[in-house]
């Protein structure tokens, strides 16, 4: 007789219901995780799905997740670098800025003329700078570039690569000329700088404007921050802080932080002192932030500058000390907010320096109707 014995329950497996489909989050809920997700990251999730992969490479979620991570105090930016006669182009972390934490290693020998919302402006070396220049655009996230671009002009000593805010698009300045980027790219002529003449090749960008250190022409005591507006494509001047016992002989030195302007200046008895400019264009704004001591002969040098390049979430500044009549010597320098005490650290001794703070997008050349590839 066949059954169950006491006690015991029927083991047969039971039918298996039908498996339910995961729930589908709207397209836009996706979009709101994502837009807050590293962009590096982010370039790996394209190959999830097809729609993935649309959004991920759309220009105006691109644009939308720049202003996310630059708003974002968790996102670290990194340095940038190249080292003269070298194909390599470098990364590090401005928390220990002496570990590389990657490298490219390009098909031609390169420098860096800018950074700019996760875009890279690199001038292929040639030679030396004289009828023309010959440049790319690259963001190293997506390792999308630009084709070359040649730019003829007559030889001029400043140039600057920076995204005009008024008319969203990104453009370069060299010598006597303003190149905009763009499927309807165009170059232009701009006039020479009002009296004034920059002591500093490359301009710092701030604001939607680019800036440097200039000297008047009718008299050599006298100085500016010379500003280029990229919307309106003119120059203006800007003065300096107020400062009693200034080194009357010394350059000052063009930084950003934080997305303001700041310069570095020199009291006659040997310290350098960090103003910041909290609203663009506003002299009263001017506002001491540190005051940097040095007892170190490493550092007493009368005419070597501070160029300020990053702050941390404790306000310490990582800064490059240079010579701005030669460039012999570059040192990268972290400065305690609470005291001023310098930190020396030998990025290189010899040679040209190119350094930047790098944030990561994803900005292409194609999103500025470029023709691009993998790069």
């Known amino acids: 007789m066949r059954g169950n014995l006491l006690g015991t329950t029927d083991k047969r497996p039971k039918p ?35 729609s993935w992969n649309a959004l991920i ?16 105090p968790s996102t670290r ?85 920076g995204y005009d805010r008024v008319h969203h698009n990104y453009k370069f300045l060299y010598g006597h000329k303003i190149h905009t980027f763009g499927s309807n790219s165009r170059t232009t002529i701009v006039q020479d700088p009002p009296s004034y003449d920059p002591k500093q090749a490359i ?3 701030v604001y939607g404007t680019l800036n440097w250190a200039a000297q008047a022409r009718s008299n050599s005591l006298e100085w500016v921050i010379l500003s280029f507006d990229l919307a309106n494509e003119n120059f203006c001047p800007l003065s300096l802080p107020d400062m009693d016992n200034s080194e009357e002989r010394y350059v000052p030195a063009v930084g950003a932080l934080r997305d303001r302007l700041c310069v570095c200046l020199k009291e006659k008895y040997g310290r350098w002192i960090f103003w910041v400019m909290e609203d663009y264009g506003v002299q009263e704004s001017w506002t001491k932030f540190i005051t940097i001591f040095s007892k170190s002969h490493q550092l007493d040098r009368s005419f070597y500058s501070f160029k300020a390049m990053y702050m941390t979430e404790n306000d310490d500044v990582l800064a490059v000390f240079f ?35 790098y944030h990561e997008s994803l900005v292409s050349p194609s999103h500025l109707g470029l023709p691009s590839f993998h790069y």
Not at 22 to 45: D, G, H, N, W
Not at 99 to 114: A, H, R, S, T
Not at 334 to 351: F, V
């Open 323 to 357: 010579s701005p009549y030669h460039n012999l010597s570059f040192n990268l320098v972290s400065i305690k907010a609470n005291d001023g005490r310098p930190w020396q650290r030998n990025l290189y001794e010899a040679g040209h320096q190119d350094c930047y703070v």
């Open 57 to 72: 490479s759309n220009p105006e979620f691109a644009r939308d997740h720049l202003h996310w991570s630059r708003a974002d």
């Open 77 to 161: 930016p990194r340095l940038i670098y190249s080292f003269s006669d070298d194909r390599k182009i470098r990364f590090s972390n401005p928390s220990s800025p002496l570990n590389e934490d990657g490298f490219f290693e390009m098909d031609v020998v390169l420098d860096i003329l800018g950074s700019c919302n996760g875009l890279i402006c690199l001038r292929w070396i040639t030679g030396y700078l004289r009828q023309s220049i010959t440049i790319r655009l690259w963001n190293p996230c997506t390792r999308s570039a630009s084709d070359w671009l040649k730019i003829e002009s007559q030889p001029g000593d400043m140039y600057g690569f």
């Open 203 to 205: 301009g710092t960008f």
């Open 16 to 50: 298996l219901s039908p498996t339910k489909a995961p729930p589908i989050l709207p397209s836009e809920v996706i979009e709101e995780i994502l837009v807050r997700v590293p962009a590096s990251t982010l370039v790996k999730l394209k190959i999830v799905c097809k």
